[in-house]
């Protein structure tokens, strides 16, 4: 059910500052540098929206699922992930250490402990805590399919290990130190490849859409509850 959130990554900004784009000439950055940029920007938004598109591969089925929408994030600890395709659903945390999944189709609603959901270690970087270069090695990635010439392609690799991350790829815009994609492996081989578009910070996300009350005739489940 909250699977697909292992995914939830990454794309938090300020509005950036003036930056020599990547060529000829340009001097580039070594790895420790990058994450700093990096942990700035996210450091620097009080709050954060974005369009996305998520691809998840799975190992065992080799199979693909695609889906989009808009993710909003607002320090601290607040989400909301609002799929639009293949079906409508969201997933909303005031950051009280709940998280909701309601699908409006199915008139349903599910509710769980935040600190029990499979949400990655990194996400608490997203909402404001944690640091990068405390939760994980980092080093730059090889070559790879994903970014464009002249991305910085940062590999990381838990501390600690987990089951919901094996390693997760970076994909970081050299201008702004955006995440523009993140590609998560998990330690059944499964990929999750979450690419955002449309970025923006500082746009006073309203606190109202963090905020999660069952419309009328939902049915409320509790997971806690689930197999008592």
Same mark, same amino acid.
Do not use: C
């Given at each position: !059910? ?27 950055? *070594? ?8 942990? #700035?920007?996210? *450091? ?7 369009r996305f598109t998520q691809t998840m591969t $799975?190992?065992? !089925? ?16 607040? !989400? ?5 395709? @293949?079906?409508? $659903? ?14 409006? *189709?199915? =008139?349903?609603?599910? =509710?769980?402990?935040?600190? $029990? ?31 464009? @010439? ?7 690799? @838990? #501390? ?6 094996k390693s997760i790829l970076f994909v970081v ?8 994609? $993140? ?14 578009? *449309? ?30």
């Amino acid at each position: !059910m909250v699977g697909p959130l292992v995914s939830l990554l990454m794309a938090m900004a300020q509005a950036p500052a003036a930056a020599p784009p990547p060529g000829a000439g340009a001097a580039r950055l *070594d790895v420790k540098a990058v994450v700093a940029e990096v942990q #700035k920007r996210y *450091d620097g938004a009080a709050d954060f929206r974005a369009r996305f598109t998520q691809t998840m591969t $799975s190992s065992a !089925m080799g199979r693909k699922t695609n889906s989009a929408g808009e993710v909003m994030f607002k320090k601290p600890g607040r !989400m909301r992930w609002d799929y639009e395709k @293949p079906e409508k $659903s969201s997933y909303i945390t005031d950051g009280g250490g709940v998280l909701w999944l309601y699908e409006p *189709d199915d =008139k349903q609603a599910f =509710k769980q402990k935040l600190e $029990s959901s499979q949400l990655p270690a990194a996400l608490s970087f997203l909402t404001g805590k944690g640091k990068l270069a405390t939760e994980f090695d980092i080093v730059f990635a090889g070559k790879s399919a994903h970014g464009s @010439p002249g991305d910085y392609l940062l590999s990381l690799s @838990p #501390k600690a290990p987990q089951a919901q991350i094996k390693s997760i790829l970076f994909v970081v815009d050299p201008r702004t130190f955006d995440v523009r994609e $993140s590609v998560i492996t998990d330690g059944q081989g499964n990929v999750n490849d979450l690419v955002f578009a *449309d970025i923006r910070v500082n746009t006073r996300v309203p606190d109202a859409l963090f905020k999660f009350t069952p419309p009328a005739g939902t049915r409320v489940i509790d997971t806690a509850k689930l197999g008592k």
